[in-house]
């Protein structure tokens, strides 16, 4: 079975970057045709699509974030990498990262979500 698990400081400055990375046990993230997501919630608010890395490497952001996200991943560790640049105490949230096994299926192993603020 696929595990993930979330990693990363919980407290971040504003202006700095977020660095989270997601480690994932059970499955290969170069596994045929399967999609690793970033997913956040804020406090109050619903779950906001963040962006994915393909089994190929390729890489997909939500428009909304996309001048300000980056996503990675090193194969030889089975991790892949949030990197949110100028962040905002609007982007306090939790964040979690899940799989799906393509496109348009959606996600069938979730992390446990890590807690980051924003705040100085």
């Known amino acids: 079975q696929v595990q993930l698990q979330e990693s990363g400081p919980g407290l971040v400055k504003p202006s700095q970057t977020l660095s989270l990375t997601c480690t994932v046990s059970g499955g290969s993230i170069t596994t045929n045709y399967y999609y690793w997501s970033w997913i956040r919630q804020p406090p109050g608010k619903g779950l906001e699509w963040m962006g994915a890395i393909a089994y190929s490497g390729s890489t997909y952001y939500s428009p909304s974030l996309k001048s300000r996200t980056s996503i990675s991943r090193d194969t030889s560790k089975n991790q892949f990498t949030l990197q949110l640049s100028s962040v905002t105490p609007e982007d306090t949230a939790v964040y979690y990262c899940?799989?799906?096994?393509?496109?348009?299926?959606?996600?069938?192993?979730w992390g446990q979500g890590t807690q980051v603020t924003v705040s100085s």
């Open positions: 899940d799989s799906s096994r393509s496109w348009s299926d959606p996600a069938d192993y």
